[in-house]
């Protein structure tokens, strides 16, 4: 963590990734939480000190200078706002930050004053992904990338990345300078994902009032509204310790209405939650680990956790380490390959958390204890094999440290 922090924020693992990202930062400070309280906030403030007017807070903030990864500042061309950064967001981690923060405190004072200076921000944020990614008021959110799920290439986007791509500038991709070409996007995939970015930097630079409406990818991803419910239960137990009691009246709308939204996820036929193309309406047929994250925002219910664990304890069945980030008996299943088979720790701490809350602690122990196998086997890497636990993508990650810090101690 020391030596990935570049000065107030930590990057998620130099070279590949040098600059602040938003949901790695919000699971990083909980990591610096268990050694250095204070250098946990700072984290917190200043992936904030990127939010935008509006409250978007982008996927990356960029600090610094760099040119090992693409697409930089250049590209993005963002207005200066606050700092220069992404045109968009990332899962919005950061309320289950600070309260976890919050409660883990050994100085309340110091704790009290950073709720009462990062709750407006986080509010603005919350109130930003109604606002500009469900103006049709369907109780569930969109993205308008794949790097926004922060499941950059999985199969669930398939279906809905099958738009055209535009003529593209000349761009030379820097990740494969990094890691194997085996293990990450198709050049084609990058194409679509400069298509987007191009796109949506003609909509006069990144106008969220825009962007929903132009977008060729619009979905709702099982990732982001699963954190989003889950952060939306953090914020209001913050706004209760804060007496905002209108507050908390608008977080429960916001709740409720993600319950409703929920029920148009659920795939009777698969017992699995599925992401959903807003597009076409369709949902997407690929089974992935994201179908478990209902769980950890509480959503689901009794009958349809039973059918989520019966698929679960069949996928982990199938692999030496779990949670595959999609079904191994699937034929698009690959081991190494970004979102297409390997294993993330953090996904495996929410579903673990999830399995918890659900009463299913057998198998909550389970993945825990692959994932300390896992990080004891091969070390703090960017996510694993699940067939043979060998680390793949960056060395040295951020997020992987802190989830040994804060939840595999
Ligand atoms: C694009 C930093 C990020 C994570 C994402 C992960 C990967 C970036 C990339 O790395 O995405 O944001 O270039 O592949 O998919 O979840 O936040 O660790």
């Known amino acids: 963590m020391r030596m990935n922090d570049f000065g107030g924020y930590t990057v998620p693992a130099q070279g590949l990734y040098p600059f602040q990202w938003n949901w790695d930062s919000a699971i990083v400070s909980a990591g610096w939480a268990v050694f250095d309280e204070a250098r946990a906030w700072e984290e917190l403030e200043k992936l904030f000190s990127g939010q935008w007017e509006d409250g978007m807070v982008p996927s990356i903030v960029f600090h610094r200078p760099s040119n090992t990864y693409f697409p930089g500042p250049d590209i993005w061309g963002t207005p200066q706002k606050p700092s220069k950064s992404t045109g968009i967001t990332q899962p919005p981690v950061a309320a289950l930050s600070v309260r976890f923060l919050y409660e883990h405190t050994e100085n309340p004072e110091l704790a009290e004053q950073k709720l009462v200076s990062l709750f407006p921000k986080l509010l603005a944020w919350h109130r930003w992904w109604y606002k500009a990614r469900d103006p049709e008021n369907t109780g569930v959110v969109a993205i308008l990338h794949p790097w926004e799920s922060g499941m950059d290439n999985s199969p669930a986007w398939d279906e809905s990345m099958k738009f055209p791509i535009d003529k593209l500038p000349r761009y030379v991709r820097c990740d494969l300078n990094h890691v194997d070409s085996c293990m990450r996007p198709t ?89 959903k193309d807003q ?131």
């Open 279 to 409: 597009l076409t309406g369709k949902l997407a047929n690929a089974p992935i680990s994201a179908a478990f994250l209902p769980l950890f925002a509480g959503v689901a219910t009794k009958e349809q956790a039973d059918k989520l664990t019966h698929n679960l304890e069949r996928w982990l069945g199938q692999v030496n380490y779990g949670v595959p980030s999609m079904d191994p008996e699937d034929h698009r299943f690959e081991p190494l390959r970004y979102w297409r088979g390997p294993v993330w720790i953090i996904m495996n701490w929410m579903i673990s958390n999830g399995l918890r809350h659900y009463g299913y602690d057998e198998l909550a122990d389970r993945i825990k204890d692959d994932s300390i196998s896992l990080t004891t086997k091969a070390g703090l890497r960017e996510y694993f094999d699940p067939l043979t636990g060998d680390g793949a993508g960056g060395r040295n990650f951020s997020w992987t440290a802190a989830m040994c810090l804060a939840w595999l101690d």
């Open 187 to 275: 050049q084609e995939t990058y194409d679509r994902y400069l298509t987007l970015l191009h796109r949506f930097k003609a909509a006069n630079f990144y106008d969220p009032s825009r962007l929903y409406w132009i977008s060729p990818f619009r979905v709702t991803d099982l990732c982001v509204n699963s954190i989003l419910i889950r952060a939306n239960r953090d914020l209001r137990w913050l706004a209760l310790r804060l007496e905002k009691d209108d507050i908390v009246k608008e977080i429960d709308e916001w709740l409720n209405k993600g319950f409703e939204g929920f029920k148009q996820l659920w795939d009777e036929d698969s017992g699995l939650f599925k992401c």
